[in-house]
């Protein structure tokens, strides 16, 4: 399957993105590709600039420097609004729900439906979609009518990622999804996300369980120091390997797509 | 145990106070020998309490969205001063008071809503401070005295509907009420039933539809009896057509529209809310608006039944508001409450006042039942999930659940949604 797409153009392709706080390097010169149906894994220690690169992809934050191109064509990603439009969806790491309303109801808050432009809302337009949407992912809940506040912690993780579905998103970035997550609940969303590829999308996961990770992933992007530090196949790396670049020890490879053609 | 729930699936929650305010109006009847359940004490129920029921459909929206409202008793003074003051010093056409009134009521709203929604000020605040200069306001204004209003502004408060068309023994314009109430009753459960068709679930059997619709139909028809038999001249209260008419209205904004969802939500989890694209300020700035101006309303309705505006009117009524919000099922924390509810709250404490009277229980005991009643409730919401239930779904639990029970599951792959 990385075979196959590593041929093609990428989905999103980011080169020597660069983004300072002050005197702090957040990102230097990063470069990262992900193509339609391919899962990226971005690890790296605490403060290696994970989620600055995801909140750059998500138009949370500007970088000084770089070039982002989504679908082969340069873009520019200047508000959360902009991504959303531009296709691309994120997840953040402590969920956004309203544990009050029903799965229905949060999947479409502030994005509702209405029965006619100022009229009152299609609630059962918005059911019916809903519910489409969870069995897209085989998310086991029992209801869209059930309040979020009696699902578990898997459960709404599941029902924010479907949040981010509604608008038909091609890239989403999730960060973090299984970080307050039981083990079970863990195997659930890494089952989600394999489902969210075989949709077609490209998915940027991170996280710091290397085995999850492994699993679910198709290629491992590492960063140290707000540097790229080496890329490996989820499939056939050594865990060892990419625990030394995290830690900054042992060889660093060539980025696999810096040797294709 | 299926079949019950089945029965009361959907709306279930005001099911359960439906029952806990008939069991109350039951005790009482048999304790007092008789005296509540007649029509001139329905009509003295309604038209005593009807402006503090309109004050708990605008505070149930401020309490959801995680507010409260201290301002709505002088706010309603304050706009009954004016209206009464403008039609007999300015000689304006009544109607022209009413619309004044309720444009002052905007005014207000608007003030407070800002302070609240693009300041920050919390509205226990905002709204403490508003209680203090209205009050103040309308005794500055009217110089402390009581000034009367003209007999269309006492219909609006105490008038009845018009007795017209052949003797049917009972008001007309009532049994007009009534029979459009049970229709509505009849197309609102074949609406659920086509609902839940076209979402790919089983209807309910169609004995529990008929089950609902006859019970239903019979307490219609029987308030329609009671409040369209009392002497001639007297039906059901235009105030109460009012209060009625507020209900359905903002039963639907509440529950129907993209602004009462957005009421909730920011209730709910205001990061969330916000993280989701919905606009807080204006959520926030439309819910302290809209109270002022149902207070205005309530304001308006109180002069017209006490037949004139004086300078202690509206003296305690935010926290009779706030305390049928909440025994209406209302969460301290926001985020959970419905409109009917708060009316059926209100109404419960409404009868406990009646009821308590007939007995001849003295207004000092009145006041500690009141009490305990509001604290017992309010306690079994904080027992219950961290007070984000209501009393009444704990009550009827067993009966009731919470709406879900008619549907299929999400995911189960029903064969009827794939075409």
Same mark, same amino acid.
């Given at each position: 399957?990385?075979?196959?797409?590593?041929?093609?153009?990428?989905?999103?392709?980011?080169?020597?993105?660069?983004?300072?706080?002050?005197?702090?390097?957040?990102?230097?010169?990063?470069?990262?590709?992900?193509?339609?149906?391919?899962?990226?894994?971005?690890?790296?220690?605490?403060?290696?600039?994970?989620?600055?690169?995801?909140?750059?992809?998500?138009?949370?934050?500007?970088?000084?420097?770089?070039?982002? #191109?989504?679908?082969?064509?340069?873009?520019?990603?200047?508000?959360?609004?902009?991504?959303?439009?531009?296709?691309?969806?994120?997840?953040?790491?402590?969920?956004?729900?309203?544990?009050?309303?029903?799965?229905?109801?949060?999947?479409?808050?502030?994005?509702?439906?209405?029965?006619?432009?100022?009229?009152?809302?299609?609630?059962?337009?918005?059911?019916?979609?809903?519910?489409?949407?969870?069995?897209?992912?085989?998310?086991?809940?029992?209801?869209?009518?059930?309040?979020?506040?009696?699902?578990?912690?898997?459960?709404?993780?599941?029902?924010?990622?479907?949040?981010?579905?509604?608008?038909?998103?091609?890239?989403?970035?999730?960060?973090?999804?299984?970080?307050?997550?039981?083990?079970?609940?863990?195997?659930?969303?890494?089952?989600?996300?394999?489902?969210?590829?075989?949709?077609?999308?490209?998915?940027?996961?991170?996280?710091?369980?290397?085995?999850?990770?492994?699993?679910?992933?198709?290629?491992?992007?590492?960063?140290?120091?707000?540097?790229?530090?080496?890329?490996? #196949?989820?499939?056939?790396?050594?865990?060892?390997?990419?625990?030394?670049?995290?830690?900054?020890?042992?060889?660093?490879?060539?980025?696999?797509?810096?040797?294709?053609? | 145990?299926?079949?019950?729930?089945?029965? $009361?699936?959907?709306?279930?929650?005001?099911?359960?106070?439906?029952?806990?305010?008939?069991?109350?109006?039951?005790? $009482?009847?048999?304790?007092?020998?008789?005296?509540?359940?007649?029509?001139?004490?329905?009509?003295?129920?309604?038209?005593?309490?009807?402006?503090?029921?309109?004050?708990?459909?605008?505070?149930?929206?401020?309490?959801?969205?995680?507010?409260?409202?201290?301002?709505?008793?002088?706010?309603?003074?304050?706009?009954?001063?004016?209206?009464?003051?403008?039609?007999?010093?300015?000689?304006?056409?009544?109607?022209?008071?009413?619309?004044?009134?309720?444009?002052?009521?905007?005014?207000?709203?608007?003030?407070?809503?800002?302070?609240?929604?693009?300041?920050?000020?919390?509205?226990?605040?905002?709204?403490?401070?508003?209680?203090?200069?209205?009050?103040?306001?309308?005794?500055?204004?009217?110089?402390?005295?009581?000034?009367?209003?003209?007999?269309?502004?006492?219909?609006?408060?105490?008038?009845?509907?018009?007795?017209?068309?052949?003797?049917?023994?009972?008001?007309?314009?009532?049994?007009?009420?009534?029979?459009?109430?049970?229709?509505?009753?009849?197309?609102?459960?074949?609406?659920?039933?086509?609902?839940?068709?076209?979402?790919?679930?089983?209807?309910?059997?169609?004995?529990?539809?008929?089950?609902?619709?006859?019970?239903?139909?019979?307490?219609?028809?029987?308030?329609?009896?009671?409040?369209?038999?009392?002497?001639?001249?007297?039906?059901?209260?235009?105030?109460?057509?009012?209060?009625?008419?507020?209900?359905?209205?903002?039963?639907?904004?509440?529950?129907?529209?993209?602004?009462?969802?957005?009421?909730?939500?920011?209730?709910?989890?205001?990061?969330?809310?916000?993280?989701?694209?919905?606009?807080?300020?204006?959520?926030? $700035?439309?819910?302290?608006?809209?109270?002022?101006?149902?207070?205005?309303?309530?304001?308006?309705?109180?002069?017209?039944?006490?037949?004139?505006?004086?300078?202690?009117?509206?003296?305690?009524?935010?926290?009779?508001?706030?305390?049928?919000?909440?025994?209406?099922?209302?969460?301290?924390?926001?985020?959970?409450?419905?409109?009917?509810?708060?009316?059926?709250?209100?109404?419960?404490?409404?009868?406990?006042?009646?009821?308590?009277?007939?007995?001849?229980?003295?207004?000092?005991?009145?006041?500690?039942?009141?009490?305990?009643?509001?604290?017992?409730?309010?306690?079994?919401?904080?027992?219950?999930?961290?007070?984000?239930?209501?009393?009444?779904?704990?009550?009827?639990?067993?009966?009731?659940?919470?709406?879900?029970?008619?549907?299929?599951?999400?995911?189960?792959?029903?064969?009827?949604?794939?075409?």
């Amino acid at each position: 399957m990385t075979a196959g797409t590593t041929q093609r153009r990428p989905l999103l392709s980011m080169r020597q993105i660069t983004k300072r706080f002050g005197a702090v390097e957040a990102l230097v010169g990063v470069d990262l590709d992900v193509h339609a149906g391919e899962v990226v894994a971005m690890v790296g220690d605490n403060g290696a600039g994970k989620s600055t690169l995801a909140k750059v992809i998500a138009g949370v934050l500007q970088p000084e420097a770089g070039l982002i #191109e989504l679908g082969g064509e340069e873009v520019t990603v200047p508000t959360p609004a902009a991504a959303h439009a531009l296709g691309i969806s994120i997840v953040f790491q402590d969920l956004a729900l309203c544990e009050n309303l029903s799965v229905a109801d949060n999947i479409f808050l502030g994005r509702e439906r209405r029965v006619m432009r100022g009229g009152p809302m299609d609630r059962d337009g918005m059911e019916l979609a809903a519910r489409s949407i969870l069995r897209d992912l085989t998310v086991n809940i029992p209801s869209v009518r059930t309040p979020v506040r009696e699902l578990s912690a898997g459960q709404r993780q599941a029902v924010a990622i479907a949040r981010t579905l509604t608008s038909e998103p091609r890239l989403l970035v999730l960060d973090e999804p299984t970080a307050a997550l039981s083990v079970v609940q863990t195997a659930e969303v890494l089952t989600l996300v394999q489902r969210l590829r075989d949709l077609g999308l490209g998915v940027i996961i991170i996280g710091h369980n290397l085995a999850d990770l492994r699993a679910v992933s198709d290629r491992i992007e590492v960063l140290r120091h707000g540097r790229n530090n080496g890329s490996f #196949e989820s499939a056939t790396a050594h865990p060892e390997e990419i625990i030394a670049a995290i830690a900054g020890a042992g060889r660093v490879p060539e980025p696999r797509w810096s040797t294709a053609p | 145990m299926k079949s019950l729930k089945e029965l $009361f699936g959907g709306g279930a929650r005001q099911f359960g106070m439906v029952f806990a305010l008939l069991a109350l109006v039951l005790i $009482f009847q048999i304790s007092t020998g008789g005296k509540v359940l007649t029509p001139t004490n329905v009509q003295n129920i309604i038209n005593g309490n009807s402006y503090v029921l309109i004050l708990a459909i605008g505070m149930v929206l401020v309490i959801i969205a995680g507010h409260i409202d201290l301002s709505v008793g002088s706010v309603a003074a304050v706009v009954g001063i004016i209206v009464a003051l403008a039609i007999r010093d300015w000689g304006i056409p009544w109607w022209l008071g009413v619309l004044l009134g309720l444009a002052v009521g905007a005014v207000i709203g608007a003030w407070q809503g800002f302070w609240v929604a693009y300041v920050g000020i919390p509205g226990f605040i905002t709204t403490l401070a508003g209680m203090m200069f209205f009050r103040g306001a309308n005794q500055y204004i009217g110089k402390s005295n009581t000034i009367p209003v003209p007999k269309e502004i006492q219909y609006l408060g105490a008038g009845y509907l018009p007795e017209w068309g052949p003797n049917t023994g009972l008001n007309n314009s009532t049994l007009v009420l009534g029979i459009a109430a049970i229709a509505a009753v009849v197309w609102v459960e074949t609406r659920r039933r086509r609902s839940a068709v076209r979402l790919g679930a089983e209807p309910a059997p169609v004995w529990v539809s008929a089950v609902r619709v006859v019970a239903l139909g019979a307490v219609i028809a029987y308030l329609t009896f009671l409040f369209g038999g009392g002497r001639v001249g007297t039906s059901f209260p235009f105030s109460g057509v009012i209060l009625a008419a507020l209900v359905l209205i903002y039963g639907f904004l509440s529950t129907r529209t993209v602004t009462g969802r957005h009421v909730y939500a920011v209730g709910g989890n205001k990061v969330a809310a916000s993280l989701s694209g919905v606009n807080i300020r204006r959520t926030n $700035f439309f819910v302290m608006m809209n109270m002022s101006v149902l207070a205005a309303l309530a304001g308006i309705v109180f002069i017209g039944r006490s037949t004139a505006s004086g300078p202690f009117d509206g003296t305690n009524w935010e926290l009779d508001a706030i305390a049928a919000v909440f025994i209406g099922g209302a969460a301290v924390s926001g985020g959970v409450g419905t409109v009917a509810g708060s009316v059926i709250g209100g109404l419960v404490m409404a009868v406990l006042n009646n009821g308590l009277q007939l007995m001849g229980v003295g207004s000092d005991l009145t006041q500690m039942i009141k009490g305990l009643v509001l604290l017992a409730a309010v306690a079994f919401d904080v027992y219950n999930k961290g007070g984000r239930t209501s009393i009444f779904s704990r009550l009827f639990k067993s009966r009731g659940g919470d709406g879900t029970a008619n549907l299929t599951p999400a995911v189960a792959g029903t064969t009827s949604m794939q075409g």
